[in-house]
Protein backbone atom coordinates (compact mmCIF):
# COMPACT_ATOMS: atom_id res chain seq x y z
CA UNK A 1 0.00 0.00 0.00
CA UNK A 2 1.55 3.33 -0.95
CA UNK A 3 1.25 6.35 1.28
CA UNK A 4 3.10 9.15 2.43
CA UNK A 5 5.27 9.40 5.69
CA UNK A 6 5.91 13.03 7.21
CA UNK A 7 8.67 12.85 10.13
CA UNK A 8 10.25 16.62 11.65
CA UNK A 9 7.48 17.84 13.68
CA UNK A 10 7.98 19.31 17.27
CA UNK A 11 7.59 21.84 19.71
CA UNK A 12 9.65 25.09 19.07
CA UNK A 13 9.87 28.43 21.03
CA UNK A 14 8.75 31.49 18.34
CA UNK A 15 11.79 32.66 15.98
CA UNK A 16 12.84 28.86 16.51
CA UNK A 17 13.17 26.67 13.11
CA UNK A 18 11.90 23.14 12.56
CA UNK A 19 12.72 21.04 8.88
CA UNK A 20 9.64 18.42 7.25
CA UNK A 21 10.35 16.12 5.52
CA UNK A 22 7.34 13.66 3.61
CA UNK A 23 8.68 10.25 1.64
CA UNK A 24 6.38 8.00 -0.05
CA UNK A 25 6.17 4.45 1.04
CA UNK A 26 5.89 1.85 -2.30
CA UNK A 27 5.81 4.15 -4.94
CA UNK A 28 8.02 2.90 -8.53
CA UNK A 29 7.22 6.61 -10.03
CA UNK A 30 8.22 9.89 -9.13
CA UNK A 31 5.23 12.24 -8.10
CA UNK A 32 3.60 15.24 -9.95
CA UNK A 33 3.37 18.49 -7.80
CA UNK A 34 3.89 17.56 -4.19
CA UNK A 35 2.60 20.36 -1.16
CA UNK A 36 2.37 20.84 2.51
CA UNK A 37 -1.40 21.95 3.58
CA UNK A 38 -1.87 22.44 7.74
CA UNK A 39 -4.87 22.44 9.81
CA UNK A 40 -6.06 23.48 13.06
CA UNK A 41 -9.02 22.13 15.36
CA UNK A 42 -12.16 23.73 14.29
CA UNK A 43 -10.83 25.05 10.52
CA UNK A 44 -10.27 23.77 7.03
CA UNK A 45 -7.24 22.12 6.11
CA UNK A 46 -4.93 25.12 4.16
CA UNK A 47 -2.61 24.94 1.38
CA UNK A 48 0.73 26.18 2.88
CA UNK A 49 3.10 25.42 -0.18
CA UNK A 50 4.29 23.23 -3.58
CA UNK A 51 6.44 22.50 -5.44
CA UNK A 52 6.58 21.20 -9.44
CA UNK A 53 7.97 18.08 -10.25
CA UNK A 54 11.13 19.43 -10.92
CA UNK A 55 11.35 21.72 -8.39
CA UNK A 56 11.20 24.74 -10.70
CA UNK A 57 7.76 26.17 -10.03
CA UNK A 58 6.82 26.44 -6.03
CA UNK A 59 3.87 28.35 -5.09
CA UNK A 60 3.76 29.71 -1.25
CA UNK A 61 0.43 30.92 1.21
CA UNK A 62 1.19 34.47 2.03
CA UNK A 63 1.52 33.77 5.69
CA UNK A 64 4.83 31.77 5.20
CA UNK A 65 6.36 33.71 2.50
CA UNK A 66 10.03 35.03 3.20
CA UNK A 67 9.95 32.04 6.00
CA UNK A 68 9.23 28.80 4.88
CA UNK A 69 11.16 27.00 1.97
CA UNK A 70 10.07 24.02 0.01
CA UNK A 71 11.99 21.43 -1.70
CA UNK A 72 12.24 18.11 -3.18
CA UNK A 73 14.63 15.44 -3.54
CA UNK A 74 12.82 13.15 -6.54
CA UNK A 75 16.11 10.42 -6.08
CA UNK A 76 14.33 9.73 -2.85
CA UNK A 77 10.82 11.03 -3.56
CA UNK A 78 11.13 13.49 -0.92
CA UNK A 79 9.48 16.45 -0.12
CA UNK A 80 11.13 19.21 2.61
CA UNK A 81 9.56 22.04 4.34
CA UNK A 82 12.14 24.43 6.15
CA UNK A 83 10.30 26.42 8.57
CA UNK A 84 12.53 29.29 9.69
CA UNK A 85 11.47 32.20 12.29
CA UNK A 86 8.06 29.92 13.04
CA UNK A 87 5.32 32.29 14.93
CA UNK A 88 2.65 30.72 17.09
CA UNK A 89 0.21 31.17 14.68
CA UNK A 90 2.59 28.45 12.80
CA UNK A 91 0.60 25.80 15.17
CA UNK A 92 -0.83 22.82 13.41
CA UNK A 93 -1.03 19.37 11.95
CA UNK A 94 0.79 19.36 8.59
CA UNK A 95 0.50 17.30 6.16
CA UNK A 96 1.77 15.96 3.19
CA UNK A 97 0.51 15.88 -0.23
CA UNK A 98 1.13 14.15 -3.57
CA UNK A 99 -0.38 14.15 -7.09
CA UNK A 100 -0.09 12.15 -9.80
CA UNK A 101 -2.14 10.84 -12.78
CA UNK A 102 -2.64 7.89 -14.33
CA UNK A 103 -4.34 7.57 -18.15
CA UNK A 104 -5.28 10.90 -17.69
CA UNK A 105 -7.23 10.40 -14.38
CA UNK A 106 -5.59 12.71 -11.54
CA UNK A 107 -4.59 11.07 -7.52
CA UNK A 108 -3.54 12.53 -4.68
CA UNK A 109 -1.71 10.87 -1.88
CA UNK A 110 -1.89 12.57 1.88
CA UNK A 111 0.33 11.62 4.53
CA UNK A 112 -0.86 11.11 8.24
CA UNK A 113 0.09 14.67 9.50
CA UNK A 114 3.01 15.77 12.06
CA UNK A 115 2.15 18.28 14.77
CA UNK A 116 4.12 21.55 14.79
CA UNK A 117 3.51 23.87 18.05
CA UNK A 118 5.24 27.14 18.31
CA UNK A 119 4.97 28.49 21.90
CA UNK A 120 5.52 32.31 22.69
Known amino acids: QVHLVESGGGSVQAGGSLRLSCADS????????MGWFRQVPGKEREFVAS????????DYVDSVKGRFTISRDNAKNTVYLQMNNLKPEDTAVYYC?????????????WGQGTQVTVSS
Open 97 to 109: NGKYQILGRDYEL
Open 26 to 33: GLTFTLDR
Open 51 to 58: IGRYGRST
